[in-house]
């Protein structure tokens, strides 16, 4: 299921926007008793137990955490991936526990863009193509243009034909990033988004991201294992054993 996050799914183009607006625009992460149980090889499992976590536009927040702590579960419950069993989940004005699967697709694309460890690249498809996509999907005549320009502002206006299997880590990642915020999204949420670059390679893509959410005006979720980046950021919270322990009510 969590491969549908690496790319926009084109099966609900035509479906018409559900609104399902709630929380005010100033605050595009409102959660409030959020948990989320997934059935495992030896029953259900709770992962997110009774969350609350207000983040306001504009914030960067870093989300830390041991491995197993719930950050990617709980990361894609924000991005509408993973579907809560209780609480409130109000996410850029939209309540996501209200929202169909093409409405949650429709909202993805209007609102959220995600970056992953591993890149999610389409690999049949150009760096350009990739850029493209989520552009084509929210209906821009002038996505390639676009994607293009997206492309050359994170350096790559030279690899636009290249396949992610011709690409670098580093390079993957800036196509990612161009992807992620080609449709200037509300919310940007990253899981890790260095962990598979070595340092230098690292540093350059988060001061990238920080560059991109910046100009772009998107607020930032960004699960990390480093503390000195997690510092960089706004706001740091805590996950623990499915539960926030720090920092979850800055707002
Ligand atoms: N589909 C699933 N079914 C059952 N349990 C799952 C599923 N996905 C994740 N889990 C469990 O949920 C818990 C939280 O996982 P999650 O991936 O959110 O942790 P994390 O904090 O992101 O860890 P890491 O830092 O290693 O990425 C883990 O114990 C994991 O085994
Ligand atoms: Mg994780």
């Given at each position: 299921?969590?491969?549908?996050?690496?790319?926009?799914?084109?099966?609900?183009?035509?479906?018409?926007?559900?609104?399902?607006?709630?929380?005010?625009?100033?605050?595009?992460?409102?959660?409030?008793?959020?948990?989320?149980?997934?059935?495992?090889?030896?029953?259900?499992?709770?992962?997110?137990?009774?969350?609350?976590?207000?983040?306001?536009?504009?914030?960067?927040?870093?989300?830390?955490?041991?491995?197993?702590?719930?950050?990617?579960?709980?990361?894609?419950?924000?991005?509408?991936?993973?579907?809560?069993?209780?609480?409130?989940?109000?996410?850029?004005?939209?309540?996501?526990?209200?929202?169909?699967?093409?409405?949650?697709?429709?909202?993805?694309?209007?609102?959220?863009?995600?970056?992953?460890?591993?890149?999610?690249?389409?690999?049949?498809?150009?760096?350009?193509?990739?850029?493209?996509?989520?552009?084509?999907?929210?209906?821009?005549?002038?996505?390639?243009?676009?994607?293009?320009?997206?492309?050359?502002?994170?350096g790559?206006?030279?690899?636009?034909?290249?396949?992610?299997?011709?690409l670098s880590g580093g390079e993957q990642q800036r196509?990612?990033l161009?992807?992620?915020?080609?449709?200037?999204?509300?919310?940007?949420?990253?899981?890790?988004p260095t962990g598979n670059l070595d340092g230098h390679t690292g540093e350059t893509i988060i001061e990238l991201l920080?560059?991109?959410?910046?100009?772009?005006?998107?607020?930032?979720?960004?699960?990390?294992?480093?503390?000195?980046?997690?510092?960089?950021?706004?706001?740091?919270?805590?996950?623990?054993?499915?539960?926030?322990?720090?920092?979850?009510?800055?707002?």
């Amino acid at each position: 299921m969590r491969d549908s996050a690496s790319a926009p799914s084109p099966s609900s183009t035509a479906a018409a926007p559900e609104t399902a607006a709630v929380s005010p625009a100033n605050l595009p992460i409102n959660v409030k008793g959020l948990k989320l149980s997934l059935k495992g090889p030896a029953g259900t499992v709770d992962i997110l137990k009774n969350i609350d976590l207000s983040i306001k536009a504009g914030e960067r927040v870093s989300l830390i955490g041991p491995s197993g702590s719930g950050k990617t579960s709980l990361l894609m419950v924000i991005a509408g991936l993973e579907q809560a069993q209780d609480g409130t989940l109000e996410i850029c004005g939209h309540n996501l526990r209200q929202l169909s699967e093409d409405g949650l697709a429709l909202f993805r694309r209007h609102h959220v863009g995600i970056v992953f460890q591993d890149f999610h690249l389409v690999p049949s498809m150009s760096a350009l193509e990739n850029v493209a996509l989520p552009l084509e999907f929210s209906g821009r005549a002038d996505a390639f243009e676009r994607a293009r320009e997206e492309l050359t502002a994170v350096g790559l206006g030279h690899r636009l034909d290249h396949y992610p299997g011709q690409l670098s880590g580093g390079e993957q990642q800036r196509v990612a990033l161009a992807r992620a915020l080609a449709t200037d999204p509300e919310l940007l949420l990253a899981d890790e988004p260095t962990g598979n670059l070595d340092g230098h390679t690292g540093e350059t893509i988060i001061e990238l991201l920080f560059d991109l959410a910046r100009k772009k005006g998107s607020t930032l979720l960004l699960i990390t294992h480093d503390e000195g980046l997690a510092a960089r950021c706004d706001r740091s919270i805590t996950m623990r054993d499915g539960v926030i322990v720090s920092g979850g009510d800055g707002a």
